[in-house]
């Protein structure tokens, strides 16, 4: 393994950048998140206003 000097490894560039990939993840995440806490807000609603479904 060949060793690199420092000035070498400060001009290194990474990859790390906003790509559509990235947005598309965290904005499917938001909308897991907001549909969980409706879902969970409308059925907090329909148990205490005793509006349940028989099964």
């Known amino acids: 393994m ?3 000097n420092e ?4 001009s290194i ?3 790390a950048g906003i790509t559509g990939t990235l947005i598309n993840s965290i904005l499917r995440a938001v909308n897991i998140f907001s549909d969980a806490g ?3 807000g409308s059925s907090i609603r ?3 206003s005793k509006n349940l479904c028989r099964f």
Do not use: L, Q
């Open 2 to 4: 060949k060793k690199i």
């Open 38 to 40: 409706r879902y969970f």
């Open 7 to 10: 000035d070498k490894m400060k």
């Open 46 to 48: 329909r148990i205490f």
């Open 13 to 15: 560039k990474a990859g």
